[in-house]
């Protein structure tokens, strides 16, 4: 059990451009799950996946973001055309897919917008 | 909608002591599951423990316990003999059971300090 990878530790980026994350989830876990923790609050769910499958997805989770799980593997999460609102910690979990499984995080990005 | 509430922003105890850190809750559901997470500084979450709404047995993990109010929608996590690895941010979280797609609805955090 490697644990959840989640790569670039850190992003900075100008207002304006766009970003891709990318997390490996534990290897036997097929929910893969996206947070985003602002400073001095808690995670907030944005999106989740069975296997390749994107099941839900937050209303905070506006039309400049978008995730993708190819092959029910790693994910990528994507902000387009960032603004300064979308500077926060994104958190990826995983777990398995039986109801009850507690999430395992990986360490997060943490995004600044300039 | 579920929301979680944790009124204790920081909190700090004596190395070997007991601190209780609070969480409230509100939801219609009937089953659930509460989970206490840990977050150190720059580190990443960390599971403490978890409580079945279903189960009227208070969970226990070694120096860490709760106390499941379910009339009261209550679920605090009571820290027996503190060490200083303890200090980390802890997050009440809540789930809604299977069918929910166990999305993780979480309070805003207690800054718990381990003081010499």
């Known amino acids: 059990d490697t644990g959840v990878s989640q790569n670039p530790r850190h992003k900075i980026t100008k207002r304006g451009q766009n970003v891709t994350f990318r997390c490996d989830p534990i290897?036997?876990?097929?929910?893969l799950y996206w947070y985003r923790q602002t400073l001095g609050q808690g995670p907030e769910f944005l999106t989740y996946f069975q296997n390749e499958a994107q099941l839900e997805k937050s209303r905070l989770l506006s039309d400049r973001f978008s995730a993708e799980r190819p092959k029910g593997s790693f994910s990528t999460l994507e902000i387009q055309r960032t603004e300064q609102g979308d500077s926060a910690m994104y958190l990826c979990?995983?777990?398995?897919?039986?109801?009850?499984?507690?999430?395992?995080f990986g360490d997060g990005t943490r995004l600044s917008i300039l | 909608a579920q929301t979680v509430t944790q009124s204790q922003p920081e909190m700090s105890v004596q190395e070997a002591e007991t601190v209780t850190l609070s969480c409230t809750y509100d939801t219609s559901e009937n089953n659930y599951y509460l989970f206490w997470y840990k977050q150190p500084p720059s580190r990443q979450m960390i599971l403490v423990i978890r409580q079945e709404a279903y189960k009227q047995q208070n969970a226990t993990e070694n120096r860490f316990s709760v106390n499941f109010q379910k009339a009261a929608k209550s679920f605090s996590l009571k820290i027996s003999d503190s060490q200083l690895g303890d200090t980390a941010m802890y997050f009440c979280?809540?789930?809604?059971?299977?069918?929910?797609?166990?999305?993780?609805?979480f309070g805003t955090g207690t800054q718990l300090k381990v003081e010499l």
């Open positions: 290897s036997e876990h097929n929910r």
């Open positions: 979280a809540f789930m809604k059971p299977p069918g929910g797609g166990n999305k993780l609805t």
């Open positions: 979990a995983s777990s398995k897919d039986r109801g009850d499984q507690p999430q395992h």
